[in-house]
């Protein structure tokens, strides 16, 4: 569980520090800075806590198990952006997002969530290698 916990923490830093830095590019800045927190390496990796129920659903179709990986992720970002946001330490915030809930989560980023959760299984199922 340690090691997926690490992999997952490390895989979900650099994807956010990839997509942080998509925007740089986006908005044409030559640096293409990408950034992200110390408050999400332990966030990412949560998903490891999800394996049990990846290996359950492994044998239903991928858009069900994408939608429920989703799911998933929503909660988890849900609860860890309102209790770092109680303690004054949230990393994010997408009050500027017409799609926002709470300012914590972002309903236009599901897609985004349902690619991430596939990703995430297939890093936790092939973990034994």
Same mark, same amino acid.
């Given at each position: 569980?340690?090691?997926?916990?690490?992999? /997952?923490?490390?895989?979900? %830093?650099?994807?956010?520090?990839?997509?942080?830095?998509?925007?740089?590019?986006?908005?044409?800045?030559?640096?293409? !800075?990408?950034? &992200?927190?110390? %408050?999400?390496?332990?966030?990412?990796? /949560? +998903?490891?806590?999800?394996?049990?129920?990846?290996? $359950?659903?492994?044998s !239903?179709?991928?858009?069900? $198990?994408?939608?429920?990986?989703?799911?998933?992720?929503?909660?988890?970002?849900? !609860? &860890?952006?309102?209790?770092?946001?109680?303690?004054? +330490? /949230?990393?994010w915030?997408?009050?500027?997002?017409?799609?926002?809930?709470?300012?914590?989560?972002?309903?236009?980023? +599901?897609p985004? %969530?349902? /690619?991430a959760?596939?990703?995430?299984?297939?890093?936790?199922?092939? &973990?034994?290698?």
């Amino acid at each position: 569980m340690k090691r997926n916990f690490l992999r /997952c923490g490390m895989a979900g %830093w650099c994807m956010e520090i990839l997509w942080t830095g998509l925007h740089s590019f986006r908005v044409r800045d030559p640096k293409l !800075t990408g950034h &992200s927190s110390l %408050w999400m390496f332990p966030i990412y990796g /949560c +998903a490891a806590f999800l394996e049990p129920l990846m290996r $359950r659903l492994i044998s !239903t179709p991928f858009w069900k $198990r994408g939608l429920i990986y989703m799911l998933c992720i929503y909660l988890g970002e849900y !609860t &860890s952006g309102i209790l770092l946001r109680y303690k004054n +330490a /949230c990393p994010w915030n997408y009050e500027k997002s017409p799609f926002h809930i709470q300012r914590v989560i972002r309903l236009d980023f +599901a897609p985004l %969530w349902f /690619c991430a959760g596939l990703f995430f299984e297939r890093l936790l199922m092939h &973990s034994d290698s």
